[in-house]
């Protein structure tokens, strides 16, 4: 039996696409502005003028395409879809569950998930990438967005196909820890064996030694254990 007095909250991460004409020009501004799809040498310096300079172009060639689809992308009226439809399923199977979608470059962006859950008061969160598989510039650059802005003491559950093969993406090599003088510890220490692609580490993960405690969220994400090289896992 589901337990029907904690409210879930189930977030959708989808691209995102623009929903009008006017819209595709800022919307692939904010694609190319995104370090996770343009990092190189001194890229902080001059990722917007390019992105300004990509997206310019770029959108005057693809607007026809738009056009014929009637004028925008369908992307986000299907990822709904699939929210509302997630939703009922689960309030039908016992849940107290709320779905938000989070598109990465146009609306809903991240942030106004985020607002959303606020606003519904969740007590657990999972994050449903609905890309085709694991990507650093894909579900990886929704993710890393997602620990920009989240900043509420929450349990956040990843979702993720496991696999054999795997590498750790590191999210933060830092963790706030308290101790006493006689207790500061060099260096700390997380065990990874056995996560599945798609988990996260979090600063719960990490074996603390004694006098040594926690100074940030249990939920803190450390790393992504994400597809190694040439795997691809459907």
């Avoid at 692939?28 to 997206?55: E, H, M, Q, T, V």
């Avoid at 890309?131 to 003491?153: C, I, Q």
């Avoid at 795997?166 to 990874?192: F, G, Q, S, Y």
Wanted: with cysteine.
């Amino acid at each position: 039996m589901a337990n029907s007095k904690r409210r879930l909250g189930v977030v959708l991460f989808q691209l995102g696409g623009p929903d009008t004409l006017e819209a595709i020009e800022p919307f692939l501004f904010n694609l190319f502005c995104d370090p996770d799809i343009i990092d190189f040498p001194f890229a902080r310096i001059g990722r917007k003028p390019l992105a300004k300079l990509i997206s310019s172009t770029r959108a005057k060639r693809v607007q026809h395409h738009y056009s014929v689809i009637g004028g925008g992308s369908p992307i986000r009226k299907f990822t709904e879809q699939q929210a509302t439809a997630l939703e009922n399923r689960l309030r039908e199977d016992g849940f107290d569950a709320h779905c938000f979608v989070a598109m990465r470059y146009w609306h809903p962006f991240t942030a106004e998930a985020i607002a959303q859950l606020s606003a519904a008061a969740c007590d657990e969160i999972v994050l449903l990438p609905l890309y085709p598989h694991y990507s650093s510039t894909t579900t990886g650059s929704s993710l890393n967005e997602w620990n920009r802005l989240f900043r509420a003491d929450v349990p956040v559950h990843f979702v993720g196909d496991p696999a054999a093969d795997a590498v750790v993406v590191t999210e933060h090599d830092r963790l706030a820890v308290t101790a006493e003088a006689l207790h500061l510890p060099e260096h700390l220490e997380v065990l990874i064996a056995g996560f599945p692609i798609g988990s996260h580490v979090t600063a719960g993960d990490v074996k603390l030694p004694t006098g040594v405690t926690l100074a940030t969220s249990t939920h803190h994400i450390l790393a992504v254990i994400a597809a190694g090289p040439g795997e691809v896992h459907p």
